[in-house]
């Protein structure tokens, strides 16, 4: 199923958009490669894995309040047993939403939303800084057509800061892959290359490039539900909140559920040609990780220190966020990720 949402919003095939059974165009689903793929035109995409009927996440792009910085990101995010492993709008941050791509500081605006940190005078209220990535157009929303049973949705943003003007086009691609009830996991890889299309370069930050200590979240953000505090953070040669502003070529993340028996654990990984280490030439990435007082998820960017993108210039990063049920150890994360080349 190709979006067609709007003017320019994919491509058209030139046929009459009703589907059978008297499904409107904004609720029709696809069914061809095992996932069932439901596009509310103007709101969200939802994935669905029909054997069980489990959504496993909704891609929600429709209005936010200006406040919290209007982004797309996935809620609610679950495993193949049907259990939330995302928390959307809590009490402490209402503009933590599930997964999604943020930029807390970039060229002094802020992307991220809700206060502003600033040095010496700590988290403010400045509306003036908060900017938004609005959705544009879906290039691809449907099932795989390798026959590998995944699921594309490719999306093209544009970046502002509060006064609207255009600083940054966004490329993005948000693939679901390996669905294997067998081992009860499954995996999305989420591509981004954002272009600055300003006169001068974009400086990404964080709060800790701002001059807060081991505060460095930028890039894409994972907030766990509130039941998952206190989880355990897992790396490949350590474990704990001791990883905070670590590198490492992968983190996971495990915790009980609230409400429904048993655990999760969620791997996130950057794919080679990140060159998270830096070695390569590319900025280095970072871990931000805590699991109090809530779990959270980042492989920065602009831990430590700025990127600076010239004008013109591309940055792309890609990783994989593997959802399981049960308690993963760290030999059993190293094999899956060796089996599941990218």
């Not at 990435?285 to 831990?303: I, Q």
Request: hydrophobic letters at 35%.
């Amino acid at each position: 199923m190709t979006a067609q949402g709007g003017p320019g919003e994919g491509k058209s095939d030139g046929k009459p958009h009703g589907a059978p059974g008297g499904k409107s165009h904004a609720e029709r689903d696809d069914l061809r490669d095992g996932l069932r793929i439901a596009h509310a035109h103007g709101d969200r995409v939802t994935v669905t894995e029909p054997t069980s009927g489990v959504e496993l996440f909704s891609y929600v792009y429709g209005p936010e309040a200006p406040w919290e910085a209007p982004k797309p990101y996935l809620h609610p995010l679950r495993t193949l047993a049907g259990n939330v492993v995302t928390d959307y709008r809590p009490n402490d941050h209402r503009w933590h939403k599930g997964l999604q791509m943020t930029a807390s500081h970039l060229s002094g605006a802020n992307l991220w939303g809700g206060n502003t940190y600033v040095h010496g005078e700590g988290y403010l209220e400045l509306p003036e800084r908060v900017g938004s990535m609005r959705h544009v157009a879906f290039d691809q929303v449907e099932a795989d057509g390798t026959g590998s049973g995944g699921a594309v949705i490719a999306e093209r943003l544009t970046w502002h800061p509060y006064d609207g003007s255009l600083w940054a086009e966004e490329e993005r691609r948000v693939e679901v892959r390996d669905v294997d009830p067998a081992s009860g996991s499954w995996a999305l890889t989420w591509t981004t290359s954002v272009t600055n299309r300003r006169d001068e370069p974009l400086r990404f930050g964080s709060p800790t490039t701002a001059g807060r200590e081991m505060a460095g979240y930028t890039g894409l953000f994972w907030r766990g539900p509130r039941g998952f505090r206190d989880g355990r953070i897992i790396g490949p040669d350590a474990e704990g909140p001791g990883l905070m502003g670590r590198q490492a070529p992968w983190l996971a993340y495990s915790a009980e559920h609230d409400v429904a028996d048993g655990h999760a654990t969620l791997v996130f990984a950057h794919a080679p040609e990140n060159d998270h280490t830096g070695e390569g030439g590319a900025h280095p990435a970072h871990w931000f990780v805590r699991n109090e007082p809530f779990a959270a998820v980042a492989p920065s960017f602009a831990f430590f220190d700025e990127l600076e993108l010239a004008p013109g210039d591309t940055l792309t990063r890609r990783y994989r966020v593997v959802v399981a049920d049960g308690v993963w150890e760290r030999e059993e994360i190293a094999k899956y990720l060796a089996e599941h080349p990218w």
